[in-house]
């Protein structure tokens, strides 16, 4: 669903959630985030309420530089899980194209005639699977830690969340940018969605659930909103 004021559009998505949550990202797009069961009505009444609000960000964070887009091409720093990492990028005529890690660089063989969407798609496919063995793993340990059987896993781009969880299917997604972001910044969205397979929503309850498994959780969940 989505609403506009001012000419601003507003994507709504509705969640397992208790209040209703506005959010402008650095790139333009808005969110609002409403309970399962709130009306249309209710929705467009609580962010006309934010109409101030919600001008005042949106010029601000159009008003900003624009982030310039990475090219993939050697010399670029990539982030990869929080550290700067040199970007190196080799051709290769055989059929093998793919991104490995080499010491303090990450190393990119490709085509000659390779485009940027290509190599795009190669550093996303290199995210994918460091980001899924350390998933893999760090899941399993706390599966055994906190006594919970096998849980199964996705990793793919997300617009507005860093995981999500489907308790009855003891199933978790994940976001590719994870793979960005340093590892116990990763484990903290772990623990917050395995705390999801007890309780559901974000009650006093869960928060509770999650703090006794992870008392610092606070600042993690902090240091991660700055990615």
Same mark, same amino acid.
């Given at each position: 669903?989505?609403?506009?004021?001012d000419?601003?559009?507003?994507?709504?998505?509705?969640?397992?959630?208790?209040?209703?949550?506005?959010?402008v990202y650095a790139?333009?797009?808005?969110?609002?985030?409403?309970?399962?069961?709130?009306?249309?009505?209710?929705?467009?009444?609580f962010?006309?309420s934010?109409?101030?609000?919600?001008q005042?960000?949106?010029?601000?964070?159009?008003?900003?530089?624009?982030?310039?887009?990475?090219?993939?091409?050697t010399?670029? !720093? #990539?982030?990869?899980?929080g550290r &700067?990492?040199e970007?190196? @990028?080799?051709?290769?005529?055989?059929?093998?194209?793919? $991104?490995?890690r080499?010491?303090?660089?990450v190393?990119?063989?490709?085509?000659?005639?390779?485009?940027?969407?290509?190599?795009?798609a190669l550093?996303?496919?290199?995210y994918?699977?460091?980001?899924?063995k350390?998933?893999?793993?760090r899941?399993?340990?706390?599966c055994?830690?906190?006594?919970?059987?096998?849980v199964?896993?996705?990793?793919?781009r997300?617009?507005?969340?860093?995981?999500?969880?489907?308790?009855?299917?003891?199933s978790?997604?994940?976001?590719? !940018? #994870?793979?960005?972001?340093?590892? &116990?910044?990763?484990?903290y @969205?772990?623990?917050?969605e395995?705390?999801?397979?007890? $309780?559901?929503?974000?009650?006093e309850?869960f928060?509770r659930?999650?703090?006794?498994?992870?008392?610092?959780?606070?600042e993690?969940?902090?240091a991660?909103?700055?990615?």
């Open positions: 669903m989505e609403m506009y004021i000419g601003i559009r507003v994507e709504v998505e509705r969640r397992r959630v208790r209040n209703m949550r506005l959010t790139d333009g797009r808005v969110s609002m985030v409403v309970p399962w069961l709130t009306t249309a009505g209710a929705a467009r009444e962010l006309f934010k109409r101030e609000w919600l005042k960000h949106y010029e601000s964070m159009m008003s900003r530089p624009k982030k310039q887009e990475p090219e993939y091409v010399g670029e !720093r #990539l982030l990869v899980f &700067e990492t970007l190196r @990028v080799e051709t290769t005529s055989g059929r093998s194209q793919g $991104v490995v080499m010491g303090d660089k190393v990119m063989y490709c085509h000659s005639g390779a485009d940027r969407a290509k190599r795009e550093i996303e496919e290199f994918r699977n460091e980001l899924y350390y998933i893999r793993r899941l399993g340990e706390y055994e830690q906190y006594g919970e059987e096998e199964g896993f996705r990793i793919r997300m617009k507005t969340e860093w995981g999500s969880c489907t308790a009855r299917k003891r978790m997604l994940f976001n590719l !940018r #994870l793979g960005t972001v340093p590892e &116990e910044l990763i484990d @969205v772990i623990v917050h395995m705390c999801h397979l007890r $309780v559901q929503n974000h009650s309850q928060w659930l999650v703090e006794s498994r992870m008392p610092d959780y606070r993690r969940k902090k991660l909103s700055r990615y």
